[in-house]
């Protein structure tokens, strides 16, 4: 009964410290020329500047007071884009999960998809400070898994019907997985012309807390969309 009691013991202590452990990956310097590479419009100057200035700033020059909410992801250069329109607004670092490169495939795989999405949840009371649900599964992943009889087409058809309104998420508890998302919790350093950073996700995209704050009060909301691209 004491051996017993002393495996659950130690069973609980591994579960406590697991999170943890997801969070230790190793960092690695990323060039700021790799971030920034100068011709698409970025800058890293935008990275510590406050989004309300930001936009502020942006309708004055242009002299509009509505415009269109956009996000583009580039994985390998760890850098999320929120545009007015056509033009950048301000770039974040993101952190991925430890397995950074290629499109998510299946539940647990760690990656983090690629392609068109859309916020579909916001969540305030989240663990990681906010968190905004993207809409993984989207439509190409959904036809890929049902032709590799991942999952049925009576799941695909549910996807589709999600992203028919854009006003809510697709299924999440499949083989393809979900809880993909937006979320606070991380950080970053700057090191001499680079950036540290470390993945430690399980496959969402990870922002400073005070980055995913702004984001949450002053621009993203269910339905806007979100490109992620290999890149």
């Given at each position: 009964m004491v051996r017993a009691q002393r495996v659950h013991l130690l069973l609980l202590m591994a579960l406590a410290v697991f999170p943890l452990l997801t969070r230790a990956g190793a960092p690695?310097?990323?060039?700021e020329s790799r971030v920034f590479p100068g011709n698409d419009g970025a800058s890293p100057a935008t990275l510590d500047q406050p989004l309300r200035q930001l936009l502020a700033g942006w309708k004055q020059r242009t002299?509009?007071?509505?415009?269109?909410?956009?996000?583009v992801v580039h994985k390998s250069r760890r850098r999320m884009d929120v545009f007015a329109d056509g033009?950048?607004?301000k770039s974040y670092l993101v952190e991925?999960?430890?397995s950074p490169v290629g499109d998510k495939r299946r539940q647990g795989d760690m990656r983090t998809p690629e392609g068109d999405l859309y916020v579909c949840t916001k969540n305030r009371a989240s663990q990681f400070t906010r968190f905004f649900g993207l809409s993984y599964p989207h439509q190409a992943?959904?036809?890929?898994?049902?032709?590799?009889?991942?999952?049925?087409?009576a799941v695909e058809k549910q996807v589709l019907a999600a992203y028919q309104g854009r006003d809510r998420c697709p299924p999440q508890n499949t083989r393809m997985g979900g809880?993909?998302?937006i979320h606070g919790a991380g950080a970053w350093e700057?090191?001499?012309?680079?950036?540290?950073l470390a993945d430690w996700t399980w496959g969402c995209l990870g922002l400073r807390d005070a980055d995913i704050l702004e984001l949450f009060e002053g621009y993203l909301e269910v339905g806007t969309p979100v490109r992620i691209e290999a890149d």
């Open positions: 690695f310097v990323l060039p002299g509009k007071k509505a415009f269109r909410k956009r996000v033009d950048i607004l991925l999960g430890p992943s959904a036809r890929e898994a049902v032709g590799s009889g991942l999952v049925s087409a809880a993909v998302g700057r090191r001499g012309d680079g950036y540290v």
